[in-house]
């Protein structure tokens, strides 16, 4: 008997069909080494082959899973991948569908911190220029950790201890497991908008290297970066490092002591006020005994002290220089009047008139003065000016002495 044949995709659905009804395929763990990893920009999707010494199988994760995984994934990485085996219709290809991604051991799991710190310091994430100093007295401040465990209660108690006066808003997340990262990133989201903030604290207390894995994802890491105010991470103990702690203005090694470095010590600040306010007390007592003196010596000498007696001084003083200045006024004024009378006598000693007075006559033709019989002609009209009057005569006879 013969079988009716069926097309290429009819066979591929078939195969996917028998692949997916299979309980073990459909939820299976493999692990083994990353190869050709490449990351679709684009769609976020991730393409790579998981490998072993022996055999390989082509592998995607899809960008809703991708972007939960909390390190960064490179060739060469020993991993455990966790999904379904399917086959892709279009190109009959058998391949590992990924939803979980995990290092192969702790010692994976620190390459693959170092390799994300190396990638986020490059782009400049940790760069000391970047950071920025936390405010002296915060009004209010974020902290975002568990609603349970001796972290929350220390940074509570320090702060009110401290520094009563601040506010704390707590933001319950999720610090430890698979959805954690996505809970911080997403609390953070919805406190960035908030302009009564002015310091984020994120963290927890300590645990394992897996325990604070959380705070080693890149997305967090990049979400801090963003941060409108600044950020103190306080994961883990002294000893602790994470991602966060890097990318972060300010690191604590303890979420006690995220706590002191929030807010200032209310005692401390007491007490500088007091010794500030003393200070302040004796400044202006002293300015106010200098200021005292100062008006007393002013109103012990004229004319505060003795009005009366500075008046009648400088009513003296105005009298004589009055009198000398009327004295001097003369002098200049008889000095003028003699300058005047001789300069007049002067005058007058040179006037023609005194000559015409003693018996001379200034003779004139047509307004022209005659000096001499040179200046004369015969039958000129000419006037005579004599002390007492005019005589018009004409030339009737010139006799020069020359």
């Given at each position: 008997?013969?079988?009716?044949?069926?097309?290429?995709k009819?066979?591929?659905?078939?195969?996917?069909?028998?692949?997916?009804?299979?309980?073990?395929?459909?939820?299976?763990?493999?692990?083994g080494e990353?190869?050709?990893?490449k990351n679709?920009?684009?769609?976020?999707?991730?393409?790579?082959t998981?490998?072993?010494?022996?055999?390989?199988?082509r592998c995607?994760?899809?960008?809703?899973?991708?972007?939960?995984?909390?390190?960064?994934?490179?060739?060469?990485?020993?991993?455990?991948?966790?999904?379904?085996?399917s086959?892709y219709?279009?190109d009959?290809?058998?391949?590992?569908?990924?939803?979980?991604?995990h290092?192969?051991?702790?010692?994976?799991?620190?390459?693959?911190?170092?390799?994300?710190?190396?990638?986020?310091e490059?782009?400049?994430?940790?760069?000391?220029e970047?950071?920025?100093?936390?405010?002296?007295?915060?009004?209010?401040?974020?902290?975002?950790?568990?609603?349970t465990?001796?972290?929350v209660?220390?940074?509570?108690?320090?702060?009110?201890?401290?520094?009563?006066?601040?506010?704390i808003?707590?933001?319950?997340?999720?610090?430890?497991?698979?959805?954690?990262?996505?809970?911080?990133t997403?609390?953070?989201?919805?406190v960035?908008?908030?302009?009564?903030?002015?310091?984020?604290?994120?963290?927890?207390?300590?645990?394992s290297?897996?325990?604070?894995?959380?705070?080693?994802?890149?997305?967090?890491?990049?979400?801090?970066?963003?941060?409108?105010?600044?950020?103190?991470?306080?994961?883990?103990h002294?000893?602790?490092f994470?991602?966060?702690?890097?990318?972060?203005?300010?690191?604590?090694?303890?979420p006690?002591?995220a706590?002191?470095?929030?807010?200032?010590?209310?005692?401390?600040l007491?007490?500088?006020?007091?010794?500030?306010?003393?200070?302040?007390?004796?400044s202006?007592?002293?300015k106010?005994?200098?200021?005292?003196?100062k008006?007393?010596?002013?109103?012990?000498?004229?004319?505060?002290?003795?009005?009366?007696?500075?008046?009648?001084?400088?009513?003296?003083?105005i009298?004589?220089?009055?009198?000398?200045?009327?004295?001097?006024?003369?002098?200049?004024?008889s000095?003028?009047e003699r300058r005047?009378s001789?300069?007049?006598?002067r005058?007058?000693?040179?006037?023609?008139?005194k000559t015409?007075?003693?018996?001379?006559?200034?003779?004139?033709?047509?307004?022209?003065?005659?000096?001499?019989v040179?200046?004369?002609?015969?039958?000129?009209?000419?006037s005579?000016?004599?002390?007492?009057g005019?005589?018009?005569?004409?030339?009737?006879?010139?006799?020069?002495?020359?």
């Open positions: 008997m013969e079988n009716t044949p069926i097309t290429v009819q066979l591929n659905i078939y195969a996917k069909s028998l692949i997916e009804s299979n309980d073990l395929l459909a939820n299976v763990s493999v692990c990353i190869s050709n990893f679709h920009y684009s769609s976020g999707h991730w393409y790579f998981l490998k072993d010494s022996d055999a390989q199988i995607v994760m899809f960008r809703s899973y991708a972007s939960q995984v909390a390190f960064a994934v490179s060739d060469g990485m020993q991993v455990i991948l966790k999904g379904r085996v086959i219709e279009r009959g290809q058998y391949q590992l569908y990924a939803e979980e991604i290092p192969l051991g702790e010692g994976d799991l620190s390459v693959a911190f170092n390799r994300l710190k190396e990638k986020l490059k782009e400049g994430l940790f760069a000391p970047n950071k920025r100093p936390l405010k002296r007295y915060p009004r209010k401040i974020a902290v975002l950790t568990a609603n465990g001796a972290a209660h220390d940074i509570l108690n320090i702060t009110a201890k401290r520094f009563p006066i601040c506010e808003l707590l933001c319950p997340v999720t610090v430890q497991g698979e959805n954690a990262a996505k809970s911080m997403d609390m953070l989201e919805q960035y908008p908030r302009n009564d903030i002015d310091t984020i604290i994120i963290g927890r207390g300590g645990g290297l897996e325990d604070l894995w959380a705070f080693n994802d890149e997305n967090l890491a990049r979400k801090i970066y963003e941060s409108p105010v600044p950020v103190i991470s306080a994961v883990g002294e000893t602790d994470t991602i966060c702690d890097f990318v972060a203005d300010v690191r604590a090694s303890t006690s002591h706590a002191e470095l929030a807010v200032p010590d209310g005692s401390s007491s007490a500088f006020l007091a010794d500030y306010q003393r200070k302040l007390a004796s202006l007592s002293a106010y005994e200098l200021s005292r003196a008006y007393e010596l002013a109103i012990s000498k004229p004319p505060l002290g003795n009005p009366a007696g500075y008046f009648d001084g400088m009513a003296l003083k009298d004589s220089l009055t009198e000398k200045l009327h004295t001097y006024g003369n002098s200049v004024i000095a003028y005047l001789d300069s007049a006598a005058l007058d000693a040179l006037s023609p008139l015409i007075a003693r018996g001379y006559a200034a003779v004139t033709s047509d307004g022209k003065r005659i000096k001499g040179l200046d004369l002609e015969d039958d000129m009209d000419i005579l000016r004599f002390i007492d005019d005589a018009d005569c004409k030339v009737t006879a010139i006799r020069s002495k020359q």
